[in-house]
């Protein structure tokens, strides 16, 4: 996540971040931040509050960072609400480390971040840290295309009672509260809390969503000791949206919704929709930050961690065989009943526990950062059936399997100043003990499997300081284990290895803000989407051999008067598998150097900010996105056309004695382009996933203090 605007603008976050005082920042992780900025890799820095608050208006965190360097955000519904995702470089989900307050958010076990179970993350977060690339060591899996460390927010000082609320297209609308306690206790104690109602009916048939959010943080601070309690999470009802849509269909209905579809006995109309064909899950998040300050030199962040996620997808399952789910034919009047009308619920109920510390230390011109961490994932899956026509078959379980995933690594980081130059060097060990047992069979679901790895992650870099900038050159070796899915596609998928190597050049000129880097990103055993999907809608992956990406990025920001800024950024491109080879019924083809699927060579963004006077603002966002394909086969068929597009929003916001009023308009997608920018490939047909065409946002912010 990535370089961002104010009043709807992208203000290049980077630039802020570079300005902003270090005493500016929440004490939790600042030493975090402090070192990152200092790093001789690819990152920015978000102020959320200052450059995303002009678009929350109930959209996921996913989308509010589609303007960022290298960044393409996608949504099943179409609007944004609901299941969202972002990719980096061309690199999905699955390969971006996200962290919570330096606490790994993404599953243990398909590495996947579901930004749907923390609605309204961005209303409580103070910072977004960003890095490109490998980045450097932290906690959770290691990055193969960013890491994005989210640091929630303090309560602010003084008591203070707050409502966001908005509405827009497709009766959308988000209804949220918010409440700080300020300084109690002696100044010692302060509490905020806030909850969220987002509902959309979506962009596509029936992709409904209705979302619930919580924050709550209680902060302690005595003399040099900070402790930090924080929970948080949601629950949320999805219609699911994630069957796409074949061409024909996209440009004849592109609404049109397949999932939950009834038809008729000859499988040729379809007769009516499943009206609970949903996904259904909760997640609850709870974080014990101690922060300690042993001196002025050295800092101790200590966070214990447990997430509990539970939850299940329904589907209407139409004359399917009792045998695939475990269950005797039936005998009908001497007629053997082999298949019928099922109810599918697939179930997963997970917890997530460990312990992070990292540690901070000055020694006059060298920085040390040493970390560690412990973390236990233990999954449960397990799918139930109901008879649809008959009732005596209730909540039937027909498999059962179990995952336990284990986790202990350590990194230590310097960075030493000698004149103008900083040297840095960051080594990493990683040892993962992964799990998993059938303990009923059923429905081709689940494995068995002891598998472990041990990693060691090296990185070193280089930084030139000039004269408000510098110049910095990196490389940084990372190594990664399967996810589950990979592993119950093929148990003998390999672990995947990059090589990074980033060069860049930041500085600032006055009133312009320039920041430019290459990049040369090697893989071994790279993990691609091949394009297809299985019977969840996650994308299927597979080792690609040798593979490369390699690109320049630029972001510019610029002060052209008191009233107009300009910023943008850029991002050419070349990403290619070496001498791809795929599976024929003749047996394997050899289709040379191919294109990386989901990887467009040309993404940039044009961004123009206006305040015709104080406390008013209005903005265009420009995006354009280069063809790309579905898959890794070059072939044309399965190619995504490229498309731009403008976004607009307003802000005014009125001061008065106690009370701030902020109207907010958010208007996507201004010339209602038709385009699509995801999609999968299933029995050699491709299929899409709609975008919505014009749509719009409104919102109002009281805040009372």
């Known amino acids: 996540m990535k370089g961002f605007f104010i009043s709807g603008l992208l203000v290049s976050s980077f630039y802020y971040a570079q300005q902003m005082p270090k005493d500016s920042l929440d004490f939790q992780q600042i030493e975090a ?11 920015e820095i978000i102020n959320v509050q200052k450059d995303l608050d ?25 609007n944004g609400v609901g299941y969202t995702g972002l990719r980096i470089r061309g690199v999905g989900g699955n390969s971006i480390n996200v962290m919570m307050n330096g606490v790994p958010y993404n599953d243990s076990e398909s590495q996947g971040t579901f930004f749907v179970d923390v609605p309204d993350l961005a209303s409580s977060a103070s910072q977004i840290v960003i890095q490109r690339g490998v980045g450097t060591s932290s906690n959770g899996v290691s990055a193969f295309g960013a890491s994005v460390n989210v640091i929630s927010k303090d309560p602010e000082d ?8 908005s509405y827009g297209s497709f009766n959308t609308y988000k209804y949220s509260a918010e409440i700080g306690s300020g300084k109690l206790w002696k ?11 987002i509902h959309s009916d979506g962009y596509i048939d029936r992709a409904k969503s209705d979302l619930d959010s919580y924050h709550f943080t209680a902060l302690f601070e005595e003399g040099n000791t900070r402790l930090r309690l924080m929970a948080f999470g949601g629950k949320e009802k999805t219609y699911q949206a994630w069957n796409g849509i074949d061409k024909e269909t996209w440009e004849s209905n592109p609404k049109f919704n397949y999932s939950g579809a009834i038809y008729d006995a000859g499988w040729e109309n379809i007769v009516g929709f499943y009206k609970n064909e949903n996904d259904n899950y909760r997640q609850n998040h709870y974080q014990l930050l101690w922060e300690q300050k042993f001196s002025s030199r050295w800092n101790l962040e200590t966070t214990f961690h447990f997430t509990k996620g539970k939850g299940y997808y329904e589907n209407y399952k139409q004359e399917a065989k009792f045998s695939k789910y475990n269950l005797p034919n039936i005998d009908e009047n001497g007629t053997e009943i082999k298949t019928t009308d099922f109810i599918r619920k697939k179930w997963l109920n997970n917890d997530f526990y460990g312990l992070v510390s990292t540690l901070y230390g000055n020694l006059g011109s060298i920085d040390l950062n040493f970390g560690a961490v412990a973390n236990q994932y233990y999954g449960r899956h397990y799918g139930n059936v109901t008879g649809v026509y008959y009732p005596e078959i209730n909540e039937h379980e027909y498999y059962r399997n179990r995952s336990v995933k284990n986790e202990v690594a350590g990194f230590a980081k310097a960075i030493w100043k000698l004149g103008q130059w900083e040297l840095f060097g960051d080594l990493q060990l990683r040892n993962i003990g992964y799990n998993t047992k059938i303990i009923q069979a059923g429905d081709d679901e689940g494995i068995n499997l002891d598998k472990n790895w041990t990693f060691f992650n090296p990185k070193a870099g280089v930084s030139l300081l000039v004269p408000s900038g510098k110049i910095y050159l990196s490389y940084a070796n990372a190594r990664r284990e399967p996810n589950r899915d990979d592993l119950v596609a093929n148990p003998e998928t390999k672990p995947e290895q990059l090589h990074d190597v980033e060069l860049g050049y930041e500085r600032s000129f006055g009133n312009i803000q320039l920041s430019a880097n290459a990049y040369y990103m090697y893989y071994v055993d790279q993990l691609v989407l091949t394009g297809g999907i299985n ?3 996650a994308f299927i992956r597979a080792n690609s051999g040798k593979s490369y990406r390699m690109g320049i990025e630029i972001g510019a920001l610029a002060d052209l008067s ?33 294109p990386i699927s989901f990887s467009p060579d040309v993404l940039g963004n044009i961004l123009l900010n206006f305040r015709p006077f104080k406390n008013f603002s209005l903005g265009l966002q420009n995006q354009y996105v ?6 890794n086969t070059d072939n044309a068929a399965y190619q995504l056309d490229d498309y731009f597009m403008t976004d607009f929003n307003a802000s005014y916001l009125l001061r008065f004695p106690g009370t701030d009023v902020e109207f907010k308009f958010l208007l996507n997608n201004l010339f209602n382009k038709k385009y699509v920018n995801n999609g999968f ?7 899409y996933y709609s975008q919505a065409g014009t749509n719009f946002m409104f919102g109002i912010t009281l805040k009372f203090k």
């Open 158 to 165: 003084q008591f203070y009672l707050k409502t966001d609320d």
């Open 187 to 197: 100044n010692r104690l302060s509490v905020m809390g806030r909850y969220t109602k």
């Open 681 to 687: 490939v299933y029995d050699e047909t491709p299929y």
């Open 33 to 43: 931040v402090h070192f990152t900025r200092r790093l001789p890799v690819t990152k």
């Open 626 to 631: 280069g063809k790309q394909y579905l898959d």
């Open 535 to 537: 019977n969840v809608g």
């Open 562 to 594: 008191e009233k107009w800024t300009l910023s943008g950024n850029f991002t050419w491109s070349r990403n290619r598998n070496k001498d791809f080879r795929q599976e024929t019924g003749t047996g394997v083809e050899n289709l040379g150097n191919t």
């Open 54 to 78: 002009q678009k929350n208006l109930g959209q996921d965190l996913p989308v509010l960072l589609k303007n960022q360097t290298s960044v393409i955000s996608t949504s099943d519904a179409g």
